[in-house]
Structure formats: C-alpha cells, structure tokens
C-alpha cells in the first residue's frame, strides 16, 4: 500500500517505540510480548493496520505482528492502533521491514499463523519470484509455523490466485479451505475480518479469493 511520504510518521515511530520490533536478532515470541505463551500471528505487509488491529481486539488470547516494508505505512498503522485500542494494549507490535529475510528475523516453529492478504500480485512473468506465494517463499513459512500452524491467503487477482495455487501444489502445506468468492460463503464471513483493499474490491463488486493451507 503506497501513501504520500509522511514526514510526522518516523518522529512517531520514536516515540511510540514500545509497540514496535527493532530486529536485533533472531526473534521469540517470549522476548516480544509480556505473555509470550499466547500464540503468535504475523501479517506480513499490514498496510495502514485495519486487519490487523482488529484482529488484536477481536482475539485477546492471541499475541499479533503487523509487519510492512514502508516506514510511512506503519506510522499510519501505529497511530491508528493508538486510537483505536485500549490504553497500553499488549498484543499487537509493528515491525518495519522486508519479508525477503523472514529466517533471520523469527526462530523456527515460533508461529501459529500468517496472514498474507492483498500481496502485491508482481504481474510480469519474469517478477513471478517476488510473489509471498512463490515457493522459496512457501518454504520459508513452512519453517517459521508450529507443527498445525495455518497461513490465510486472501486477493483479489485472478493471476495472483491460480498461481498461487499452482506453488501450493509444489508445497508441503494441506490446502483446508479455498474458494473463489468469500462473500458467498456464509460461514466463513461469520468470522471474517475485511482489509481496507479488501471493502474497495467488494464494493466494487470483485470476487476475493481465500486459501488456508495448514503445514
């Protein structure tokens, strides 16, 4: 998600640093949050935080990350979650940097969950690669989450889905759940949480594609 640079956004950052990541090392859940024994979730590219700060209100047994590549984003998503939260809120953190090198900032099996929703769908066969569903990516993953450990992929692009489908098949991961119009399913919207993207597709009338793969 790109935003006008926000000049406020790093002075913010500074002093709000308690609700942020700083990778200094491989990270545990037990060194990041005040009750570490909560299962861990991670959001990689949370855009302006709506996803994953309601999911933080909705889910307070579990611990969250919002992680996004852009410094300006996560300002933004950092001051809403102060606005919407409860003072002092414990169960979310924000970090601020690229999923290229996921191993060297999280330990093995220290995830219970990642959400990738509305990645940038890299449309150019030769940026295929760059996809957080591409298989390099995939088996990265694959490492991070606990045994049981869950990733929901939500998009709204055609290409983006059946692609990522066809890396799934190269994968170790069980697909649980796939289906090409969430909205016509009843059950699974009973506990969905839309992304900002994801209320513009809808209102627009486009189809968002859902996969859960279980490792």
Same mark, same amino acid.
């Given at each position: 998600?790109?935003?006008?640079?926000?000049?406020?956004?790093?002075?913010?950052?500074?002093?709000?640093?308690?609700?942020?990541?700083?990778?200094?090392?491989?990270?545990?859940?037990?060194?990041?949050?005040?009750?570490?024994?909560?299962?861990?979730?991670?959001?990689?590219?949370?855009?302006?935080?709506?996803?994953?700060?309601? %999911? =933080? $209100?909705?889910?307070?047994?579990? /611990? #969250?990350?919002?992680?996004?590549?852009?410094?300006?984003?996560?300002?933004?998503? +950092?001051?809403?979650?102060?606005?919407?939260?409860?003072?002092?809120?414990?169960?979310?953190?924000?970090?601020?940097?690229?999923?290229?090198?996921?191993?060297?900032?999280?330990?093995? %099996? =220290? $995830?219970?969950?990642?959400?990738? /929703? #509305?990645?940038?769908?890299?449309?150019?066969?030769?940026?295929?690669?760059?996809? +957080?569903?591409?298989?390099?990516?995939?088996?990265?993953?694959?490492?991070?989450?606990?045994?049981?450990?869950?990733?929901?992929?939500?998009?709204?692009?055609?290409?983006?889905?059946?692609? =990522? $489908?066809?890396?799934?098949?190269?994968?170790?991961?069980?697909?649980?759940?796939?289906?090409?119009?969430?909205?016509?399913?009843?059950?699974?919207?009973?506990?969905?949480?839309?992304?900002?993207?994801?209320?513009?597709?809808?209102?627009?009338?486009?189809?968002?594609?859902?996969?859960?793969?279980?490792?």
């Amino acid at each position: 998600m790109r935003l006008r640079n926000k000049n406020w956004t790093k002075d913010f950052i500074a002093v709000n640093q308690q609700y942020m990541i700083f990778n200094e090392g491989v990270l545990t859940p037990s060194k990041l949050f005040a009750d570490p024994n909560k299962p861990c979730y991670l959001e990689i590219g949370c855009g302006k935080g709506q996803f994953i700060i309601n %999911n =933080s $209100l909705t889910y307070p047994e579990r /611990n #969250f990350i919002g992680m996004e590549k852009e410094t300006t984003v996560i300002g933004v998503a +950092l001051k809403k979650a102060l606005t919407i939260l409860p003072s002092g809120f414990s169960n979310l953190k924000f970090l601020n940097c690229y999923a290229e090198n996921l191993l060297e900032i999280f330990a093995p %099996n =220290s $995830l219970a969950g990642i959400y990738l /929703n #509305f990645s940038d769908p890299w449309p150019k066969a030769r940026h295929a690669k760059k996809r +957080l569903t591409f298989i390099k990516f995939l088996e990265v993953y694959y490492e991070l989450l606990k045994p049981g450990g869950l990733i929901e992929i939500k998009t709204d692009n055609d290409k983006l889905y059946v692609s =990522s $489908l066809e890396q799934i098949n190269h994968s170790k991961f069980e697909i649980i759940y796939n289906n090409q119009d969430i909205y016509s399913d009843q059950n699974i919207l009973k506990t969905n949480i839309p992304t900002e993207y994801e209320e513009k597709f809808h209102n627009l009338g486009k189809n968002i594609y859902k996969i859960i793969l279980k490792k």
